[in-house]
């Protein structure tokens, strides 16, 4: 762990900031792997509805939050589902054999806590994936990585009765059993363009789901600030909050097929260079936004590229460029609906993400929402045409 981790502190978090953090908390915590959604959903729903003009729905649960009733229609999406797990077997001595929902490292499982969510039953269950300790295992099986299909979640049974009598059955959702929490540094960093050195109080937050929360989370304070402050804009706002993007971009397909944007943005967490082993990526934590000239789904369309990158600098928020060779982002489903949408994926550089513990910079976070709200103030017919017609 690179960090000496905090218990939360929320009354002194980030004393300058709008963000609220007690939303992005529980929003984070909820339960809501691909395709068992409703739970986290429903936290996005509570506080997204009090700041939307309308909510229209898929039929793949994917939740639309609008804004405004005129001009382009531009998307937002962050998708509401994290990974996790599904049981596929529970064995003659109460052990529970499982399934990847979404993509995760072998190397990250073993001895971690997983909520089991049982479908026959009204209590969630701890579970640990099990792990043999070292004294029994060959020398050569030390060195080995065990595959999730070698793989067990423990939850104290000792037969298959006791398991069912928990309420647990094959198809029963599990996710990482891991907290939100935050912490802050005090930085030393060299200011932009010159030699000079300035100190940042930096307020970083760890917890499972970030992947894609935050993305969901920045949609929906961006709907906030735009009802709040009675923000008028040229357009017609859809903040997306959709599922089963880590199984395949499924729930962003079928809301853009019904919105037909004209314009698109996902909002979702970034991979951040700044760790060893992740030399090559150029985004880093606590660098600003990241705005992606290109990932494996999509390249962007290079005026509104442009355009945003303009815009960011014009008013001042922190930004980065990114770039990933492979893996995509709802955008990459967007961009391609109806007869195509320019669309852009918004990242916030993000440390450790596809395990049970994330780690992102908060003001990453703010800047994002910023220069959202500035996007979209300034967007209208004449700007989106103008990004493909010659
Ligand atoms: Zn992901």
């Not at 060959?138 to 309420?167: C, F, H, N, Q, W």
Request: aromatic share 6%.
């Amino acid at each position: 762990m690179l960090f000496h981790l905090e218990t939360a502190l929320d009354e002194h978090i980030m004393p300058d900031s709008k963000l609220n953090i007690d939303f992005l908390e529980k929003l984070c915590n909820a339960f809501g792997p691909s395709g068992f959604e409703r739970e986290a959903q429903k936290v996005a729903f509570d506080y997204g509805k009090e700041f939307a003009e309308d909510i229209e729905y898929d039929r793949m649960g994917s939740v639309v939050f609008k804004h405004g009733s005129k001009g382009p229609k531009i998307m937002l999406a962050g998708h509401i589902d994290e990974i996790g797990f599904v049981i596929t077997e529970i064995t003659k001595k109460g052990f529970l054999k499982f399934h990847q929902l979404g993509g995760w490292w072998d190397q990250t499982l073993l001895t971690q806590e997983v909520l089991i969510h049982p479908s026959q039953g009204d209590d969630e269950i701890i579970g640990i994936i099990g792990a043999p300790p070292p004294h029994i295992l060959s020398p050569e099986a030390r060195s080995k990585v065990v595959t999730k299909d070698k793989m067990y979640i423990d939850i104290g049974a000792s037969s298959e009765k006791e398991v069912k009598d928990l309420g647990i059955r094959v198809g029963d959702p599990a996710v990482p059993y891991a907290f939100f929490r935050t912490m802050e540094r005090i930085r030393e960093e060299k200011k932009e363009d010159s030699d000079e050195k300035e100190t940042r109080k930096v307020t970083l937050a760890a917890a499972k789901a970030f992947d894609d929360r935050i993305g969901v989370f920045i949609g929906l304070e961006v709907l906030r600030r735009l009802s709040e402050d009675k923000i008028e804009h040229p357009n017609t706002l859809y903040m997306v909050s959709t599922t089963q993007e880590e199984v395949g971009l499924r729930g962003a397909r079928t809301s853009a097929q019904m919105i037909q944007p004209d314009i698109g943005f996902s909002l979702d967490v970034d991979i951040s260079g700044d760790v060893p082993g992740a030399e090559g990526i150029v985004q880093k934590m606590g660098k600003g936004v990241s705005i992606s000239a290109g990932d494996g789904s999509m390249i962007p369309n290079p005026k509104f590229r442009q355009f945003v990158t303009e815009v960011a600098e014009e008013i001042g928020v922190r930004h980065q460029p990114a770039f990933l060779k492979s893996g995509g982002t709802d955008a990459g489903i967007i961009h391609i609906t109806g007869m195509g949408a320019p669309s852009l994926f918004l990242g916030i550089p993000t440390r450790h993400i596809h395990s049970h513990h994330a780690l992102l910079d908060l003001s990453d976070v703010e800047n994002a929402i910023t220069l959202l709200v500035e996007v979209i103030k300034r967007l209208d017919k004449k700007t989106v045409d103008s990004f493909t017609k010659l």
